[in-house]
């Protein structure tokens, strides 16, 4: 049987989130996050989102959408998933099929693909023409294993995401900042306080309650975003800290109130993604009791 190719519609999200989770359960998203973030926009916007079925259940999707770091170069992003008991039936083919004739009309600079770390994924990248780049590492931490607070850092005060909803510009400024220098494998041309805006402050599944921003004599210079789900899961969207604040353990200080502030309400796991190169935070997570869950590798080429 071929597997059926066809739009996503908002209705399908809840059974797109479920292919997401149990393809990669490291992400971690709500249903209203899926609707949201691939529903497409007027004729012919991005993102460009593919669903698959196969005997009339949903087993795969794909999503072109601008790789908003890099957007202003050119630059796209391709998600494609199929759920595990599915795979080697021509889902994933089809879903890059249907990409590809995307891609065709969209004639971008260079496109990047994340997949997992099996050579079965590996293969299936260079077929398309792909080359790997980079390697990211997915950790998960059991909340109830979370080591105490360590005391706060002297001049540092702490605020929620919530505080800033009048006027979030603090946020975007510190984030854009850190993610300028940060070591990844993904570079960042930047990124607009409206772009900044709708992808991310705008997120359904960004909790405002529980991220939090560090004041160190009153100004603004870190940020520990945490997005949550409707499974009692969340996740570091990001943490960082302005250059000139580093070296005083705010980053590690703030993400980890964040986390207890997370367990405080029920939330049981934790997940968090970092470039294999970012070595201090890897350090960081590493304290926190993350352990190493699945590697992502990073696969790019041009056009």
Sequence with gaps: ???????FQPADAPAVAAVARAAQ??????????????SAGAAGDLPATFVAEYDGTVTGYAAVEP????????????????????????VGTALADAVERRLRVLEPVATRLWGAD?????????????????ESRAQRLDLGM????????????????????????????IETACLADEPS????????????????????????????????DGRAVGVAAITTDDRHACASAFTGTVSAARGRGLAGYTKTVALHQARERGV??????????????????????YRPFATEVLHTRAG
């Design 268 to 289: 049981r796991t934790a997940f968090t993604v970092n470039d294999a190169g970012n070595g201090p935070m890897l350090a960081i997570n590493a304290r926190l009791g």
């Design 118 to 134: 099996d050579d079965t994924s590996r293969a299936f990248a260079r077929r398309y023409g792909f080359a790997e780049h980079g």
């Design 146 to 173: 979370l080591p105490p607070a360590p005391p706060t850092p002297a001049g540092v005060r702490l605020l929620r995401y919530a505080d800033f909803a009048d006027d979030p510009r603090p946020l975007h400024e």
């Design 25 to 38: 359960p490291q992400v971690v998203t709500s249903v209203a996050g899926f609707r949201r973030r691939f």
């Design 67 to 90: 790789d908003w770091f890099s957007a202003a170069s050119g630059h796209t992003y391709v998600r494609l998933a199929v759920h595990p008991e599915h795979r080697g039936r021509g």
């Design 1 to 7: 049987m071929t597997p059926r190719i066809r739009p």
């Design 185 to 216: 494998a993904v570079s960042f041309d930047g990124l607009s306080y409206d772009v900044w805006r709708d992808r991310l402050w705008d997120d359904p599944d960004l909790d405002r309650e529980l991220s939090l921003v560090a004041l160190l």
